[in-house]
């Protein structure tokens, strides 16, 4: 395992807050990251911070969820941070066409 990445446990109901904002250094703390590597996420498009100022992000909670998934895909299929990002891109697409399947699913009475 990197020495960039360590295990930390978020309360579930944190997750769906949608009105919770973690600065870069909250984000940091909760998910067991390096500033560095955070940047490095955000440079690949992985997550979005909201800029406050010129040096100063903030996340929203909902982010945390997805560098979980993240540094799981890393670990579990040793992937470097730039085929996690297809990866993620990829699921999230396969996500979407799902739900316009079962979408139609439901139009045509289908199920």
Known sequence: MSKDITTVIIDEHQLHES?????LNDLCERCGLK??????????????PETVTADR?????????TLHQAVRLKRELDLDWQ???VAMDLLEELQALR???????????VR
């Open 19 to 23: 009105g919770v904002w973690l600065s």
């Open 35 to 48: 500033q560095t590597l955070v940047v490095e996420l955000v440079e690949l498009g992985l997550i979005a």
């Open 57 to 65: 992000w903030q996340f929203q909670v909902s982010v945390v969820p």
């Open 83 to 85: 085929g996690v990002a």
């Open 99 to 109: 739900q316009q399947v079962h979408s139609l699913e439901r139009q045509l009475g």
